[in-house]
């Protein structure tokens, strides 16, 4: 037999219609949906012959379950059945500050993970006087898929030459030279660290830790995503936002699966490299595709430039950029 512990949380029933948009409809909700029972499992659990311990205190959970540590392996199982005193109003707001307790915790363990690469470039420019500079508010700029920083070289150069103005320059996460721990993670937290909104996320500690308070975000592609999600979640700290080649998605959800799809089948690709002859064939196969407008033969040094940029990034995080 296995010394096994099982924690049963009763906390009546019915509760999960509150977090369903019937929960809006109160004349409705409460006389259909808001149904709570009043059983416990002693029954069922003596039935099965398995001891059975209800506590309807945190004191009487913590004596009860200290008490089932001690227990021989022969034991076999036991139930520990917690029934809280919550009234339905209070479970409600009982499970949400719990569930923004979960999202901050794993929040906060997810960008510790990651470390962005930025470079954070300020400057003055004869056509510019200091003080008018000074009143300018930070570029922010953010490169596509596959990107890294230094495809704003150029532009940041003159920005900061001709404009005199302060551009801040980021590799996001899973590109260039940023760093992500992702060895250990499973498929789903592995999305999470390269997703959308974590992007969003370490782009606002960056920002705070440099004391950026407000900036106008610059994104193309994917870095365009970026610039308009930061923008939603923190109106506040954005003056403004320049896409190029960006938008916010298909606007069905019928498009998004389809889009969604075919990401899964291009992270797929990525996901079978394993050495860089294959890459190589991927990075040349992707760049001539009709979307690049034939690159190679229209500016050649500047294709063989981000191609050599490219190959340093990683097959398997740029995936999961796409999927996250």
Same mark, same amino acid.
């Given at each position: $037999?296995?010394?096994?512990?099982?924690?049963?949380?009763?906390?009546?029933?019915? +509760?999960?219609?509150?977090?369903?948009?019937?929960?809006?409809?109160?004349?409705? @909700?409460?006389?259909?949906?808001?149904?709570?029972?009043?059983?416990?499992? =002693? =029954?069922?659990?003596?039935?099965?012959?398995?001891?059975?311990?209800?506590c309807k205190t945190p004191e009487e959970f913590e004596a009860a379950y200290l008490q089932t540590q001690g227990r021989r392996?022969?034991? +076999?199982?036991?139930?520990?059945?917690?029934?809280?005193?919550?009234?339905?109003?209070?479970?409600?707001?009982?499970?949400?500050?719990?569930?923004?307790?979960?999202?901050?915790?794993?929040?906060?363990?997810?960008?510790?993970?990651?470390?962005?690469?930025?470079?954070?470039?300020?400057?003055?420019?004869?056509?510019?006087?200091?003080?008018?500079? $000074?009143?300018?508010?930070?570029?922010?700029?953010?490169?596509?898929? @596959?990107?890294?920083?230094?495809?704003?070289?150029?532009?940041?150069?003159?920005?900061?030459?001709?404009? !005199?103005? *302060?551009?801040?320059?980021?590799?996001?996460? !899973?590109?260039?030279?940023?760093?992500?721990?992702?060895?250990?993670?499973?498929?789903?937290?592995?999305?999470?660290?390269?997703?959308?909104?974590?992007?969003?996320?370490?782009?606002?500690?960056?920002?705070? *830790?440099?004391?950026?308070?407000?900036?106008?975000?610059?994104?193309?592609?994917?870095? !365009?995503?970026?610039?308009?999600?930061?923008?939603?979640?923190?109106?506040?700290?954005?003056?403004?936002?320049?896409?190029?080649?960006?938008?916010? !998605?298909?606007?069905s959800a019928c498009e998004r699966f389809q889009r969604w799809q075919q990401d899964v089948q291009l992270a797929g690709r990525?996901?079978?490299?394993?050495?860089?002859?294959?890459?190589?064939?991927?990075? =040349?196969?992707?760049?001539?595709?009709?979307?690049?407008?034939?690159? =190679?033969?229209?500016?050649?040094?500047?294709?063989?430039?981000?191609?050599?940029?490219?190959?340093? *990034?990683? $097959?398997?995080?740029?995936?999961?950029?796409?999927?996250?």
């Amino acid at each position: $037999a296995v010394p096994l512990t099982i924690v049963l949380v009763n906390n009546g029933g019915g +509760g999960i219609f509150a977090f369903l948009p019937i929960a809006k409809h109160q004349d409705v @909700m409460l006389p259909c949906f808001h149904e709570p029972h009043t059983t416990d499992f =002693a =029954a069922a659990c003596y039935a099965f012959g398995i001891p059975h311990v209800l506590c309807k205190t945190p004191e009487e959970f913590e004596a009860a379950y200290l008490q089932t540590q001690g227990r021989r392996a022969s034991a +076999g199982a036991c139930v520990i059945e917690a029934r809280p005193a919550l009234s339905y109003e209070e479970n409600v707001v009982f499970h949400n500050d719990l569930g923004q307790a979960v999202a901050e915790r794993t929040r906060k363990e997810l960008l510790a993970k990651v470390s962005l690469s930025w470079t954070h470039t300020t400057g003055s420019s004869l056509r510019v006087s200091r003080e008018a500079a $000074a009143e300018e508010p930070p570029l922010v700029l953010l490169h596509g898929w @596959m990107g890294e920083k230094a495809d704003w070289a150029e532009v940041s150069r003159l920005l900061v030459e001709e404009h !005199g103005r *302060s551009v801040l320059s980021v590799d996001l996460p !899973g590109h260039g030279e940023s760093k992500a721990a992702s060895g250990g993670l499973d498929s789903w937290e592995a999305s999470a660290l390269f997703s959308l909104p974590m992007a969003v996320e370490v782009l606002s500690e960056l920002l705070s *830790s440099l004391q950026i308070k407000r900036a106008v975000l610059v994104g193309y592609s994917l870095g !365009g995503r970026v610039a308009m999600a930061f923008a939603h979640r923190y109106p506040d700290r954005s003056l403004g936002v320049i896409a190029l080649s960006a938008n916010p !998605g298909p606007r069905s959800a019928c498009e998004r699966f389809q889009r969604w799809q075919q990401d899964v089948q291009l992270a797929g690709r990525l996901r079978e490299i394993n050495n860089a002859k294959d890459y190589e064939a991927f990075l =040349a196969k992707w760049y001539a595709a009709p979307l690049w407008g034939g690159l =190679a033969d229209r500016r050649p040094a500047v294709y063989k430039g981000m191609l050599r940029r490219r190959r340093r *990034s990683c $097959a398997k995080q740029a995936s999961h950029a796409l999927t996250g």
